[in-house]
């Protein structure tokens, strides 16, 4: 079945370096993606979204990328802090069982900042 | 106010109880969701609601029922549940179900004894 799926599932960074989690998904037809952070114990937090007539999206510390050819969405993460330190999960949305539309998520990556 | 308000935060309960988690939001969206979440797994969907309307239901078993009073209040309804089905239940809404983002509860921490 279509899945959307990320590359790995742990990242450890240095504070102060840049992250990037990597995603890749298998619906052709998904065409909006949210990248979510989940704190141990807390709901997944909505950081940014895209939608599939863009390949890129910034927004504060945080940038998207979006390669429709080869199915792959990323998110950067600048300056990563230690507040940062959660799973981050990547969602996409598409058109499942004729009109109605779910937001599927990905298995998730653990970022840890290190001191 | 992109707040989604779940309660209780915790629940323990018997498999012969019946309880209820409850959702609510004033953001004035027309979409809400269930998910349950178990332990380092992604959140999984369970039922969608649209205009206060089920237009999802993944198989979901019947000792799962969601009810939806009105536009801001979405209730899942709990019976005979079994030990795995304790988990971490989200509850999340959006403008509608369209490319809009959704905004998620805290959650309802379960546990089934």
């Known amino acids: 079945g279509e899945s959307v799926g990320l590359h790995l599932p742990t990242l450890s960074v240095q504070e102060g370096d840049n992250s990037i989690i990597n995603c890749a998904y298998s619906n052709s037809a998904s065409d909006y993606f949210i990248w979510y952070k989940q704190e141990s114990g807390k709901g997944p937090q909505f950081i940014i979204d895209i939608r599939s007539n863009m390949d890129k999206r910034q927004g504060q510390r945080v940038t998207v990328l979006l390669n429709k050819t080869v199915k792959h969405l990323s998110l950067q993460i600048a300056a990563t802090q230690p507040g940062d330190s959660a799973v981050y999960f990547c969602a996409e949305k598409g058109v499942s069982r004729g009109s109605a539309r779910q937001l599927t998520f990905g298995s998730g990556t653990q970022l840890t900042v290190l001191p | 106010d992109t707040e989604v308000t779940q309660t209780p935060k915790h629940l323990v309960m018997g498999m012969t109880n019946k309880k209820s988690l409850k959702c609510e939001q004033h953001m004035g969206h027309r979409a809400m969701y269930w998910y349950k979440q178990k332990a380092k797994k992604p959140p999984e969907l369970m039922f969608v609601?649209?205009?206060?309307?089920?237009?999802i239901n993944e198989s979901v078993p019947s000792r799962f029922s969601p009810e939806c009073p009105n536009s801001s209040l979405l209730n899942l309804h709990l019976h005979a549940l079994q030990p795995e089905d304790s988990a971490l239940y989200l509850c999340?809404?959006?403008?509608?179900?369209?490319?809009?983002?959704?905004?998620f509860g805290q959650g309802t921490r379960l546990t089934v004894v």
């Open positions: 609601y649209s205009y206060e309307k089920l237009s």
């Open positions: 999340a809404s959006s403008q509608d179900e369209g490319n809009t983002e959704a905004f």
